[in-house]
């Protein structure tokens, strides 16, 4: 017996023998997302709306991206006059926006999920099943990536110069943040029925071009080096695509040359800081160094470095960062090969720190180290973080840090070359040039600051991105 029969007996509309067998398989499916999908389908067809929709939800959380609940659940709840049935009508608009039965029903029957103000610029990124949520709050709550704060800065920063602004993303706090609009992802096609959208933005996620829904100008603002399997998955979308955006020289010759796109869609542009959280004047702490990256970009070889560098300076300190706070340090699986060495003496392991506190951190530390062993930069906002706090970051010379610090300028790159061993070997001299030449690190930490703010803040790159989306 299997659920392949359960699945016949529900396409014959056999409902009662479909669910006199589920529950005769219970023992051995019970875990199964697809079990609970189908006894949903049979209680739901038989009238038993309040056990199918557990059921559904019991499918949902063992596998939130499976589809099929959604549309049952939106249905259901919506006959039922369940309180839920605006989340879930919502939810199966976003997976099949196509579906008009579904999009009848939200604007007849609940209007308030479509009274959206019309806005010049439209960023998008995310899918509702995503477990890491951000919104504009975040940044002062907890440390957020890369890729979602320069979707926050970017789209406030627009709106300062005078733009009407609204944010889909997986936002936990919906509302209106400086002038900027912040919705939930999987209401999106409820605005874009409704409005014509001059500027879309997908930063990272392309799901409504893939849907296609698309604004009267589409940018994909890409942030890593692989954002589509293959060239022809985004093949259909790329004629809807006015340009993409990438953030360093590199990071365009990397994309193009993989998903054999044509020169001329290319805009690059780069990553920023927040100037307001960079106003500090602290001493910096004597033979200070930081890393703040994912641990498998190099905390491995940092902390072997440390023992070494330790030996020399014995007041030396190790500061590091990451998403996880010390109190869940043993349930981060990515952490767990380092626990050991994390509580050593001279290390200091601060978690997940926000964004202002990270700031602080770094104007009273000397040295920023990052071996870059993976080959995935594509600008580093960890760099320009360090320059901006005239914190001098050490790194190898792999994807677009050459470009982001300018060598012995505003930090040291030094060369990967043929490996972990010698390139461990090369940072290790850097940290110690740097550590017996005090005036040396001065110079390239004053120039570091004069460097980022120059060039980074997030104010100054909106501002060509206004020009580029005002362009006719």
Partial sequence: MSLDQVKHFIEAKNYTQAITLLETIRKNFENSPLYHLYYGAAL???????????????????????????????????????????????LANWIDPQDENIYSIIKTKYPKLILYPKSEIVFYTGTPFLENKFSPLSLSEKAVGGSETAFVMMAHELARLGHKVSCFCNTPNAGVFDGVAYYPVQQFFLYA?????????????????????????????????VMFASADDISAVDPLVTKYICLSDYHVKMIKNRYQLADQKFIKTRNGFIEADFRFSNKRQNKSIIYFSRPER???????????????????????????????????????????????????????????????????????????????????????????????????????????????????????????????????????NCFENADELERLSKKAIEYAQKIHPWSKIAAEWGDIIEKK
């Fill in 44 to 90: 739901a067809a038989l009238g038993h709306d309040a056990l199918a929709i557990a059921s559904f939800e019991k499918c949902i959380q063992l596998d939130p991206t499976l589809l099929a609940p959604y549309k049952n659940l939106a249905l259901i709840c919506h006959r039922d006059g369940h309180h839920k049935a605006d989340k879930y009508l919502t």
């Fill in 193 to 225: 029925k409704e409005h014509k959208i001059p500027n879309l933005i997908c930063s990272r996620f392309i799901y409504p071009l893939e849907k296609g829904f698309s604004g009267e100008k589409n940018y994909v603002w890409l942030h890593e080096l």
């Fill in 298 to 432: 190099g905390l491995k070889m940092v902390l072997e470095m440390f023992e070494k560098i330790k030996s020399l300076w014995p007041d030396a300190v190790l500061h590091v960062c990451h998403y996880t706070q010390a109190s869940a340090l043993t349930e981060d699986e990515s952490l767990k090969p380092f626990l050991k060495s994390l509580s050593k003496e001279g290390i200091v392991f601060h978690g997940g720190l926000n964004k202002k506190e990270l700031a602080e951190l770094l104007s009273r530390t000397e040295i920023g180290l990052y071996p870059n062993i993976l080959d995935v930069e594509t600008s580093c906002i960890a760099a320009i973080e360090c320059m901006a706090a005239g914190c001098v970051m050490i790194s190898s010379d792999r994807g677009a840090l050459p470009e982001t610090i300018a060598n012995r300028e505003t930090g040291i790159i030094v060369e990967y070359g043929e490996g972990d061993v010698f390139l461990e070997q090369r940072l290790f001299e850097a940290v110690k």
